[in-house]
Protein backbone atom coordinates (compact mmCIF):
# COMPACT_ATOMS: atom_id res chain seq x y z
CA UNK A 1 0.00 0.00 0.00
CA UNK A 2 0.53 3.50 -0.05
CA UNK A 3 3.46 5.26 2.30
CA UNK A 4 3.57 8.44 2.99
CA UNK A 5 7.00 10.46 4.61
CA UNK A 6 7.11 13.41 6.06
CA UNK A 7 9.81 16.15 7.62
CA UNK A 8 10.72 17.58 9.06
CA UNK A 9 8.81 16.54 12.84
CA UNK A 10 9.21 19.99 13.67
CA UNK A 11 10.36 23.51 12.55
CA UNK A 12 10.55 26.46 14.48
CA UNK A 13 10.90 29.89 12.35
CA UNK A 14 11.06 33.79 12.78
CA UNK A 15 7.56 35.65 11.93
CA UNK A 16 8.02 36.62 8.32
CA UNK A 17 10.04 33.76 7.59
CA UNK A 18 9.43 31.08 4.55
CA UNK A 19 8.61 27.21 5.90
CA UNK A 20 8.99 24.29 3.38
CA UNK A 21 7.81 21.16 4.76
CA UNK A 22 8.38 18.02 2.38
CA UNK A 23 6.59 14.88 1.79
CA UNK A 24 7.26 11.66 -0.74
CA UNK A 25 4.63 9.07 -1.59
CA UNK A 26 5.38 5.45 -2.57
CA UNK A 27 2.67 4.61 -5.07
CA UNK A 28 3.16 6.02 -8.68
CA UNK A 29 -0.74 5.74 -8.93
CA UNK A 30 -1.16 8.34 -6.51
CA UNK A 31 -3.01 11.25 -8.04
CA UNK A 32 -4.30 13.48 -5.43
CA UNK A 33 -2.22 15.36 -2.14
CA UNK A 34 -3.77 17.40 0.11
CA UNK A 35 -2.47 19.61 3.33
CA UNK A 36 -4.78 19.58 6.57
CA UNK A 37 -3.27 21.93 9.61
CA UNK A 38 -4.48 20.41 12.70
CA UNK A 39 -4.59 23.19 16.00
CA UNK A 40 -4.85 22.12 19.12
CA UNK A 41 -7.73 20.06 19.61
CA UNK A 42 -9.72 20.54 16.40
CA UNK A 43 -9.92 18.16 13.09
CA UNK A 44 -7.54 18.33 10.52
CA UNK A 45 -8.34 21.73 8.26
CA UNK A 46 -7.95 21.18 5.04
CA UNK A 47 -5.95 24.14 3.68
CA UNK A 48 -4.32 23.71 -0.03
CA UNK A 49 -4.35 20.31 -2.45
CA UNK A 50 -2.88 19.11 -5.75
CA UNK A 51 -3.51 16.51 -8.47
CA UNK A 52 -1.17 14.63 -10.46
CA UNK A 53 -1.65 16.68 -13.45
CA UNK A 54 -0.37 20.16 -11.73
CA UNK A 55 3.10 20.96 -10.82
CA UNK A 56 1.98 23.80 -8.48
CA UNK A 57 -0.56 25.57 -7.32
CA UNK A 58 -0.76 28.64 -4.55
CA UNK A 59 -3.28 30.11 -2.74
CA UNK A 60 -2.12 33.57 -0.83
CA UNK A 61 0.71 32.37 1.22
CA UNK A 62 0.15 28.71 0.45
CA UNK A 63 2.14 27.18 -2.17
CA UNK A 64 2.12 23.46 -3.09
CA UNK A 65 4.51 21.78 -5.55
CA UNK A 66 4.42 18.52 -6.99
CA UNK A 67 7.37 16.16 -8.57
CA UNK A 68 5.57 12.94 -10.21
CA UNK A 69 9.08 11.97 -11.31
CA UNK A 70 10.68 11.73 -7.48
CA UNK A 71 7.25 11.15 -6.25
CA UNK A 72 7.81 14.30 -3.45
CA UNK A 73 5.57 17.06 -2.77
CA UNK A 74 6.40 20.30 -0.61
CA UNK A 75 4.08 22.80 1.22
CA UNK A 76 5.42 26.03 0.99
CA UNK A 77 4.20 28.85 3.72
CA UNK A 78 6.15 32.96 3.26
CA UNK A 79 5.44 34.61 5.14
CA UNK A 80 4.57 33.19 8.47
CA UNK A 81 2.71 34.55 11.18
CA UNK A 82 2.40 33.46 14.40
CA UNK A 83 -1.42 31.85 14.03
CA UNK A 84 0.42 29.92 11.35
CA UNK A 85 1.34 27.82 14.39
CA UNK A 86 0.20 24.38 14.08
CA UNK A 87 1.01 20.81 12.99
CA UNK A 88 0.66 19.90 9.39
CA UNK A 89 -0.07 16.69 7.76
CA UNK A 90 0.84 15.81 4.18
CA UNK A 91 -1.30 12.75 2.53
CA UNK A 92 -1.60 11.13 -0.92
CA UNK A 93 -4.97 8.88 -2.43
CA UNK A 94 -5.54 7.39 -5.47
CA UNK A 95 -8.98 8.18 -6.55
CA UNK A 96 -11.13 8.48 -4.41
CA UNK A 97 -9.73 5.64 -2.09
CA UNK A 98 -8.35 6.50 1.69
CA UNK A 99 -5.92 9.01 2.44
CA UNK A 100 -2.60 8.19 3.84
CA UNK A 101 -1.17 10.85 5.68
CA UNK A 102 2.41 11.87 6.23
CA UNK A 103 3.17 11.45 10.21
CA UNK A 104 2.76 15.30 10.48
CA UNK A 105 5.01 18.54 11.02
CA UNK A 106 4.90 20.77 14.31
CA UNK A 107 5.47 24.29 13.17
CA UNK A 108 5.76 27.12 15.49
CA UNK A 109 6.40 30.60 14.09
CA UNK A 110 8.16 32.66 16.98
CA UNK A 111 6.85 36.43 17.03
CA UNK B 1 -19.48 27.38 5.90
CA UNK B 2 -20.72 24.00 6.22
CA UNK B 3 -19.13 21.52 8.57
CA UNK B 4 -18.77 18.04 9.91
CA UNK B 5 -19.85 18.00 13.26
CA UNK B 6 -19.36 14.93 16.14
CA UNK B 7 -20.52 13.81 19.33
CA UNK B 8 -19.72 13.12 21.93
CA UNK B 9 -16.06 14.75 22.17
CA UNK B 10 -14.72 12.99 24.85
CA UNK B 11 -16.05 9.39 25.80
CA UNK B 12 -14.55 7.87 28.90
CA UNK B 13 -15.43 3.74 28.57
CA UNK B 14 -14.20 1.10 30.23
CA UNK B 15 -12.79 -2.13 28.80
CA UNK B 16 -15.19 -4.47 27.03
CA UNK B 17 -18.15 -1.84 26.52
CA UNK B 18 -19.75 -1.15 23.68
CA UNK B 19 -19.10 2.23 22.24
CA UNK B 20 -21.29 4.20 19.51
CA UNK B 21 -19.33 7.82 18.01
CA UNK B 22 -21.76 9.80 16.02
CA UNK B 23 -20.77 12.05 13.06
CA UNK B 24 -23.14 14.13 10.96
CA UNK B 25 -21.65 15.06 7.55
CA UNK B 26 -21.69 17.99 5.34
CA UNK B 27 -25.38 17.49 3.72
CA UNK B 28 -24.43 17.38 0.13
CA UNK B 29 -21.49 15.02 0.84
CA UNK B 30 -22.39 11.31 -0.23
CA UNK B 31 -18.63 9.65 1.07
CA UNK B 32 -17.99 9.11 4.35
CA UNK B 33 -14.92 7.86 6.61
CA UNK B 34 -13.65 7.55 9.70
CA UNK B 35 -9.81 7.97 10.84
CA UNK B 36 -8.28 7.83 14.03
CA UNK B 37 -5.08 9.31 15.54
CA UNK B 38 -3.37 7.72 18.77
CA UNK B 39 -2.03 10.88 20.96
CA UNK B 40 1.54 11.88 18.72
CA UNK B 41 0.78 9.57 15.86
CA UNK B 42 -0.57 9.93 12.23
CA UNK B 43 -3.79 10.49 11.13
CA UNK B 44 -4.75 5.97 10.18
CA UNK B 45 -7.86 5.43 7.53
CA UNK B 46 -10.29 2.84 9.02
CA UNK B 47 -13.18 2.73 6.95
CA UNK B 48 -15.32 4.46 3.84
CA UNK B 49 -18.37 4.23 3.27
CA UNK B 50 -20.42 5.13 -0.01
CA UNK B 51 -24.45 4.63 -1.05
CA UNK B 52 -25.03 2.87 2.19
CA UNK B 53 -22.00 0.34 2.04
CA UNK B 54 -18.68 -0.09 3.35
CA UNK B 55 -16.41 0.72 0.18
CA UNK B 56 -12.88 0.33 1.73
CA UNK B 57 -11.84 -0.49 4.69
CA UNK B 58 -8.42 -0.99 7.01
CA UNK B 59 -6.69 -3.81 8.25
CA UNK B 60 -7.53 -1.60 11.93
CA UNK B 61 -11.23 -2.15 11.12
CA UNK B 62 -12.01 -5.60 12.39
CA UNK B 63 -15.12 -7.28 13.32
CA UNK B 64 -15.43 -5.41 16.50
CA UNK B 65 -16.08 -2.06 14.41
CA UNK B 66 -18.97 -1.55 12.10
CA UNK B 67 -21.08 1.75 10.02
CA UNK B 68 -24.27 2.89 9.51
CA UNK B 69 -26.10 5.66 8.42
CA UNK B 70 -29.20 4.77 10.27
CA UNK B 71 -30.80 8.31 8.62
CA UNK B 72 -30.51 10.62 6.21
CA UNK B 73 -27.76 13.20 8.57
CA UNK B 74 -25.91 10.71 10.67
CA UNK B 75 -23.24 8.54 10.40
CA UNK B 76 -22.14 6.44 13.35
CA UNK B 77 -18.97 3.98 13.93
CA UNK B 78 -19.50 1.42 16.43
CA UNK B 79 -16.72 -0.53 18.64
CA UNK B 80 -18.38 -3.83 19.77
CA UNK B 81 -15.99 -4.43 22.83
CA UNK B 82 -13.51 -2.02 23.38
CA UNK B 83 -9.66 -2.59 24.57
CA UNK B 84 -7.38 -0.18 25.84
CA UNK B 85 -5.53 -0.14 22.39
CA UNK B 86 -8.43 1.86 20.72
CA UNK B 87 -8.00 4.60 23.20
CA UNK B 88 -7.47 7.29 20.18
CA UNK B 89 -9.30 10.75 18.61
CA UNK B 90 -11.77 9.43 16.58
CA UNK B 91 -12.56 11.59 13.12
CA UNK B 92 -15.07 11.29 10.93
CA UNK B 93 -14.89 13.48 7.48
CA UNK B 94 -17.17 13.74 4.23
CA UNK B 95 -16.51 14.47 0.60
CA UNK B 96 -18.59 15.61 -1.98
CA UNK B 97 -19.20 12.91 -5.49
CA UNK B 98 -17.42 12.74 -8.28
CA UNK B 99 -14.05 12.58 -8.91
CA UNK B 100 -12.86 15.46 -6.31
CA UNK B 101 -11.52 13.33 -3.22
CA UNK B 102 -11.78 16.53 -0.89
CA UNK B 103 -12.04 14.83 2.88
CA UNK B 104 -13.53 17.47 5.17
CA UNK B 105 -12.85 16.70 9.18
CA UNK B 106 -15.25 16.63 11.93
CA UNK B 107 -13.75 17.96 14.97
CA UNK B 108 -12.79 14.44 16.75
CA UNK B 109 -14.37 12.19 19.67
CA UNK B 110 -11.70 11.54 21.68
CA UNK B 111 -11.88 7.80 23.16
CA UNK B 112 -10.37 7.15 26.63
CA UNK B 113 -11.14 2.98 27.23
CA UNK B 114 -9.63 2.43 31.08
Known amino acids: GENVEQHPSTLSVQEGDSAVIKCTYSDSASNYFPWYKQELGKGPQLIID?????GEKKDQRIAVTLNKTAKHFSLHITETQPEDSAVYFCAASKGRRALTFGSGTRLQVQP | EPEVTQTPSHQVTQMGQEVILRCVPI?????FYWYRQILGQKVEFLVSFYNNEISEKSEIFDDQFSVERPDGSNFTLKIRSTKLEDSAMYFC????????????FGPGTRLTVT
Open chain 2, 27 to 31: SNHLY
Open chain 1, 50 to 54: IRSNV
Open chain 2, 93 to 104: ASSEAGLVNEQY
